[in-house]
């Protein structure tokens, strides 16, 4: 049986980072978590998992694979790691910068990554169905309606944007509109509106493991492979 992946948790004491160190865990013989990053670790270990700060970033051990759910401002110094590294990233975080994006193009020369703003099925296969919705109902209003928690910090989140990008690869010229309220994970709704009649795609998540469990399949299918920028669809 092959070696278990080792795995840097990046952004490990948030909401999604939590979730992936459950989830690898209850699977010792697939994952090891060699290093759990968060801005300020309380412990040096917790749950046999070495918690580093991010300003001990450099001093990481050893790894395959990094999974980022971290902030924006986190995100440059994980990407560099992977680079200087030669490991591969798998990175979930969300409202990143333009100029953030042109340096996961870059990085892509010399690591394999996968950059995604959702990594649940459900969402992969929705993004499908909005531009071939869109495409089917030329001159439809189209409008992104998305609800998360109240303290989710981007918005439109980066579902919302990836999935008005499907739209407009359809032809439609998508609205957003954003709720931010108690503690929803995070809920879709595509509308397509014509002259009497509306059509509605929906995706709610329920919790955090469906986008943990995705990005966890990603490390595992990224890992080994030749430099690169992945979606989802190649990993799946
Ligand atoms: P969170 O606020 O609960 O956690 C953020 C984490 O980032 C914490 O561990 C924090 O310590 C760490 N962090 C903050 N500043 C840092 C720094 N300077 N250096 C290193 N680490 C730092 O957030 P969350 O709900 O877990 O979400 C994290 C990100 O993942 C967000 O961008 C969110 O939108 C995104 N997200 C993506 C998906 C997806 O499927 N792609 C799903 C859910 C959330």
Redesign the pocket.
Same mark, same amino acid.
């Given at each position: 049986m092959d070696a278990p992946l080792r795995l840097l948790v990046?952004?490990?004491?948030? !909401?999604?980072?939590q979730a992936l160190l459950r989830l690898c865990a209850e699977e010792p013989s697939r994952f090891t978590v060699v290093a759990a990053?968060? !801005?300020?670790p309380a412990q040096r270990v917790v749950d046999g998992v070495p918690q580093f700060a991010?300003s001990e970033l450099q001093g990481a051990p050893a790894f395959d694979v990094a999974i980022d759910?971290?902030?924006?401002?986190?995100f440059d110094?994980?990407l560099a790691l992977c680079v200087g590294r030669k490991a591969a990233l798998v990175s979930?975080?969300?409202?990143l910068e333009p100029t953030q994006r042109a340096a996961l193009d870059e990085a892509a020369r010399s690591i394999p990554l996968i950059q995604?703003?959702?990594?649940?099925l459900g969402v992969a296969v929705l993004s499908d169905l909005v531009e071939r919705a869109a495409r089917a109902l030329p001159g439809w209003d189209c409008d992104i309606v998305e609800a998360h928690h109240a303290?989710?910090?981007?918005a439109p989140?980066?579902?919302a944007l990836t999935l008005g990008a499907a739209a407009g690869q359809g032809g439609a010229e998508p609205r957003y509109a954003s709720l931010r309220a108690g503690d929803i994970v995070?809920e879709h709704m595509v509308q397509f509106t014509g002259a009497g009649e509306r059509l509605e795609l929906a995706h709610r998540a329920g919790n955090?493991d469906i986008?943990a469990r995705?990005?966890l399949h990603a490390a595992s299918r990224l890992a080994g492979r030749d430099p690169g920028q992945y979606r989802l669809a190649d990993l799946l």
């Amino acid at each position: 049986m092959d070696a278990p992946l080792r795995l840097l948790v990046h952004g490990a004491s948030g !909401r999604m980072g939590q979730a992936l160190l459950r989830l690898c865990a209850e699977e010792p013989s697939r994952f090891t978590v060699v290093a759990a990053v968060s !801005r300020r670790p309380a412990q040096r270990v917790v749950d046999g998992v070495p918690q580093f700060a991010a300003s001990e970033l450099q001093g990481a051990p050893a790894f395959d694979v990094a999974i980022d759910f971290s902030l924006p401002v986190a995100f440059d110094p994980i990407l560099a790691l992977c680079v200087g590294r030669k490991a591969a990233l798998v990175s979930g975080t969300t409202g990143l910068e333009p100029t953030q994006r042109a340096a996961l193009d870059e990085a892509a020369r010399s690591i394999p990554l996968i950059q995604a703003s959702n990594f649940s099925l459900g969402v992969a296969v929705l993004s499908d169905l909005v531009e071939r919705a869109a495409r089917a109902l030329p001159g439809w209003d189209c409008d992104i309606v998305e609800a998360h928690h109240a303290r989710k910090v981007d918005a439109p989140s980066g579902t919302a944007l990836t999935l008005g990008a499907a739209a407009g690869q359809g032809g439609a010229e998508p609205r957003y509109a954003s709720l931010r309220a108690g503690d929803i994970v995070g809920e879709h709704m595509v509308q397509f509106t014509g002259a009497g009649e509306r059509l509605e795609l929906a995706h709610r998540a329920g919790n955090r493991d469906i986008f943990a469990r995705g990005a966890l399949h990603a490390a595992s299918r990224l890992a080994g492979r030749d430099p690169g920028q992945y979606r989802l669809a190649d990993l799946l």
